[in-house]
Structures are given as structure tokens and as C-alpha cells.
């Protein structure tokens, strides 16, 4: 049983960055697909980007290539999703997600979820 | 704008079977598997379909999937009080990045 532990609750000034990390315990993260989603005040879900072992890269959603680094700690089993140029926008719940692929298929889901950090941008 | 399409709400009675649907493109859904998730209020989505119409262990057999085409559904039948939920559909897109719906709130009436 994967579990996936974020940190707390951070509050930014616009311009600013942001790093949100994800502790996993019950897998190494080596083993896992490490994904980002993050979800506005009364808005539904946006994928970030997340981790190919395809190809071992890290793939950004256009929106925010640029702006987004992801990065994974594997001495630690901790994940890292760093967003800068922070705007009110940005202002969400931020996801990390396990993503399962089943090898020789092109099934993919998202099956394991953090517990969600929120990130408010505000001057 | 998601490029998936959901329904933003539906409503059915306790012990009442509801529908919701998900509609896409063949760039998605039409070559890619479904999955839907379940996202209580103030928690964080939880996997409920996966590969259109299976479920991970302990979700009841009240929640079904299908797929048809380029469109999906989610089905619940013998609706509770503690179905009140957004549900999402989710799948991939040709360039390998992923796409949910905009969510369908539930109301049990």
C-alpha cells in the first residue's frame, strides 16, 4: 500500500516560488510513476506533469512548462514540485499522485493520492 | 474549458440509480482507457473505475463503468447519502499528458 505524505499549508507573495514536497512510504520511489495535480478554489482537476520511466523524463503540461520543476529525492522517497512567477491564479490545492501503468498495455490511471496542499498567493 | 465534458450536476433520490457521463474526442477517450475518480468534500480525489469499467478492491459493485466510442459513463446504483461527491473522469491524450473532466457534483436528494 503506497501512502504519500505532502507538507503543510504555504502562503506566497505574487512573483514568488513554491516547492511542495511528497514523502512516500510503503514503495521506494523508484518504483512509482510521481504525478502532480493541482485543483483551484471550486475548480476541478489540472495535470501538471509528472514522470515518464518510458522514457525516464519528466513530462509538463504546456501550461506550465517553463514555470514547474519536479524532482525526486530517491535517498529520501520524496517527491518535489516547484512552481515559480507565483500569480493569484495559482492559488489551489496542490496533488502529488501515483500513477499506475500496466506494463505491455496502455492502461494508466492515477491511483494513490497525497493528502493535498494548499497554496495561497496572495499580496 | 476541460476537454472532457461532464454534466456540472446531477441529483437522484436514496436507493435510486444515477448516470453520469464523460465525453471526448478519438484523441483521448476514443484510443485511451477511462478512469473515474470520487471526491468526497475537503478530501482528495479517490480511484473509483479504472480501464473503463473495473474496480480497485473494497469499491462496491453499485459503482460500474463503460465506455463507448469516444464518451464514457459512470454508473451508481442504490445511491446514500455518503455518494454525495464530485466525480471526475480522466484519461490520457496523444501527447501523453493527462486530461480530467470538470467534475459532476452529485446530490442525493
Known amino acids: 500500500q503506497v501512502q504519500l505524505v505532502q507538507s503543510g499549508a504555504e502562503v506566497k507573495k505574487p512573483g514568488a516560488s513554491v516547492k511542495v514536497s511528497c514523502k512516500v512510504s510503503?514503495?521506494?520511489?523508484?518504483?512509482?510513476?510521481m504525478h502532480w495535480v493541482r485543483q483551484a478554489p471550486g475548480k476541478g482537476l489540472e495535470w501538471m506533469g509528472g514522470?515518464?520511466?518510458?522514457?525516464?523524463?519528466?513530462i509538463y503540461a504546456q501550461k506550465f512548462q517553463g514555470r514547474v520543476t519536479m524532482t525526486e529525492d530517491t535517498s529520501t522517497d520524496t517527491a518535489y514540485m516547484e512552481l515559480s512567477s507565483l500569480r493569484s491564479e495559482d492559488t489551489a490545492v496542490y496533488y502529488c499522485a501515483t500513477v499506475f501503468i500496466a506494463a505491455g498495455t496502455s492502461s494508466s490511471f492515477f491511483d494513490y493520492w497525497g493528502q493535498g496542499t494548499l497554496v495561497t498567493v496572495s499580496s | 474549458q476541460s476537454v472532457l465534458t461532464q454534466p456540472p450536476s446531477v441529483s437522484a433520490a436514496p436507493g435510486q440509480k444515477v448516470t453520469i457521463s464523460c465525453s471526448g474526442s478519438s484523441s483521448n477517450i476514443g484510443n485511451n482507457y477511462v478512469s473515474w475518480y470520487q471526491q468526497l468534500p475537503g478530501t482528495a480525489p479517490k480511484l473509483l473505475i479504472y480501464?473503463?469499467?473495473k474496480r480497485p478492491s473494497g469499491i462496491p459493485d453499485r459503482f460500474s463503468g463503460s465506455k463507448s466510442g469516444t464518451s464514457a459513463t459512470l454508473g451508481i446504483t442504490g445511491l446514500q447519502t455518503g455518494d454525495e461527491a464530485d466525480y471526475y473522469c480522466?484519461?490520457?491524450?496523444?501527447?501523453?499528458?493527462?486530461?480530467f473532466g470538470g467534475g459532476t457534483k452529485l446530490t442525493v436528494l
Open positions: 480522466g484519461t490520457w491524450d496523444s501527447s501523453l499528458s493527462a486530461l
Open positions: 514522470f515518464d520511466p518510458e522514457d525516464g523524463e519528466t
Open positions: 510503503g514503495y521506494t520511489l523508484t518504483e512509482l510513476s
Open positions: 480501464e473503463n469499467n
